[in-house]
């Protein structure tokens, strides 16, 4: 995981193949402080290949907490890997997923 920017508009995430618990703490403040700065957010997954449950409990409670927040999230790319595992564990939908990668 990688945040390839962040200034006082927007943060944009880019996520690596593997996205496991390594790298939840980062994610997290990064994430924390978009909201908090109330900064848009733009998350890439598009090469995702493997990704911890944690970390998709994360990025739900992320995605639930901007909403409450009117934070804006925009998902610029979603992997089927990423698709997937969202949806094994039935979050798919409330990740707000674009709608390409939800069918």
Known sequence: ????????SKTVISCTS?????????LFEHLSSAI?????VEINAEDVERIDTAV??????????????????????????FVTAANLLGIGSQLALPDAARS
């Open 18 to 26: 593997t996205v496991d618990i390594k790298i939840a703490v980062e």
């Open 56 to 81: 998709l409990q994360l990025f739900l409670a992320f995605v639930l907490e901007a909403k409450t927040k009117e934070v804006s999230i925009t998902w610029l790319g979603v992997s089927d890997a």
């Open 1 to 8: 995981m990688s945040v390839s920017e962040e200034n006082e």
């Open 36 to 40: 908090e700065s109330h900064r848009a």
